[in-house]
């Protein structure tokens, strides 16, 4: 894209600075904070394989709703009103969309599915109009809007299908929409899109995913203080809150260490930044948040039942939460740097030698080993990171 756009170009200006994300960014992310709260709260209502897969489909269809906003936004000026005024249109749909969650395979399919139609195609062809100057992202965003426009399809159509027919067709639009970046948005007759062609501004793209974990960890906050709020005060509840406080403690502490900056910097100065941000920001990064939305389910369990017995349901939430965003954070240095962290996989390898045993012991006592093993993953990077060590 031009270094320099004209005055009026609703394109950021690329000056080779850090590029800030804006207040109107920050208040669009509010509607995601009731979007996460909404999936936690399906998942505790309905904690079987089932709603286990609606939980993740619609996780999928609100990770790719705010990445390919994430992304536009790195291309759009969000201090020009007309970008502004896109972002208050979406949050409206957004709304709807948050608040249809609970219900999307029920009777609030179509609100959610048209919702979430409207605000893929309104970004995109919005983008289009907005890049129409510079050949190669107009490319770029033509191609995606077909695959937009395709997944939208889909996703309107099922909220309007009968609900036995809803899950395959959502499958299918969720399909469409994670496999189009892999594919370079590849479409007959226009080619395919170059990942070397998408400017990216690394450090405002790498910023914004990280204040979405923030979302995801303070919405864990939320699920656990207005439960403990409604529950008598006793030593067993208290210590319940104290461990699930602590284990979202320990998740910022292993996300914002100082890898994070780190991996900023490597994304920043590459060749190809965009090769690196599709597969570490777009793919990888959305394990680590369903991770921390499985640990508030978790929580939950365990503040209302912190002594009693620990059935499959619970087990799986207290330790397939944080196994999961450990597999995720590891992942994601995987991804930027090309190594394996050995206190990632040290901390996976522990949870899964708890595994066995997580059915004899009290929720409690299964969640403290879990946070345990969070805050060992944490201290254990710290340590390494002050040593002056390569990985850790």
Known sequence: MPDNPAPRSLLRTRTGHHAQVGNVELFFDLIFVFAVTQLSHGLIEHPTPTGLLHTA???????????????????LDVDRPLVRGLLFVMMGAGVVMSAALPEAFDEHGAAFGIAFAFFQILRTGFVLWAVRNDPVLRENFQRILVWHAAAALLWAAGGLAPEDARLGIWLAALALDSIAP????????????HTGDWTVEGHHLSERLSLFTIIALGESILVMGATAAGLDWTFANAAALLVSFLGSVAM?????????????????????????ARLAYTYVHVIPIAGIIITAVGDEWVLH???????????????????????????????VFGKISPSRLAGLVLLGLVAPFSLMLPPLALAAIATGVLIVVGAWETIALSRGAESA
């Open 57 to 75: 489909i619609l996780l999928g269809a609100v990770w790719w709703g705010w990445i390919d906003t994430a992304w536009a936004t790195n291309w």
């Open 305 to 335: 039942h912190p002594l009693g017995h620990t059935d499959p349901k619970t087990a799986l939430a207290v330790l397939g939460g944080p196994a999961l965003y450990l597999l995720g954070v590891g992942l994601f240095k995987l991804a």
């Open 252 to 276: 910022w502490w292993i996300y914002f260490s100082a890898s994070a900056g780190a991996a900023t910097e490597t994304i920043a100065s590459a060749r190809d930044p965009g090769r690196i």
């Open 182 to 193: 892999a594919l370079n948005f590849y479409v007959p007759g226009l080619g395919r899109s």
